[in-house]
């Protein structure tokens, strides 16, 4: 396999088009696979590798939640069929209980997804949206950004203040 430089930028890694800043969903199971139809309406996922992505997240979830409190879940999954890593965005109109006693319910998700081939990145990745997430400041951004847009400025925003 060609060597491939890793990414340093949560943004790198997001697009407007998969940011879902008004997402309703009643459980996590629906946060999960409203937040994820992006990736198929922007031509990134056909309808069954959709299914077999939703299968991995909900495996993973099935596991462990991945609640991490204040309102925030950091979940990851891997697909073979994804051609890169990617980061989706969803805020939900309302607290949605994901079953973890003693983090709250959630509101923002960061779901990083990609290929088992990108595994450093990934793993790079997720610690540094870790980090990034304990800056209230941040959170309060992404919580209160009117858009997609507004929400991907605000990591370009923390990111360019945390480098």
Do not use: W
């Amino acid at each position: 396999m060609p060597y491939r430089q890793v990414r340093l930028h949560i943004a790198d890694l997001m697009r407007a088009d998969l940011i879902t800043p008004a997402l309703e969903a009643s459980d996590k199971e629906a946060f999960f696979r409203k937040m994820t139809l992006p990736l198929v309406a922007a031509g990134i996922l056909n309808e069954q590798q959709y299914e077999r992505l939703f299968a991995a997240i909900k495996t993973r979830e099935d596991y462990e939640s991945t609640a991490i409190g204040r309102g925030l879940a950091l979940p990851h999954a891997y697909l073979a069929d994804l051609p890169d890593n990617f980061i989706l965005v969803g805020r939900s109109t309302k607290a949605v209980d994901f079953g973890a006693p003693g983090f709250g319910a959630v509101r923002l998700v960061f779901l990083l997804v990609g290929p088992k081939r990108d595994n450093m990145e990934h793993l790079m990745m997720l610690a540094r949206l870790a980090r990034l997430l304990k800056d209230e400041s941040f959170v309060e951004a992404l919580m209160s950004a009117p858009d997609a847009e507004a929400m991907l400025q605000a990591v370009r925003d923390v990111e360019a203040r945390h480098c």
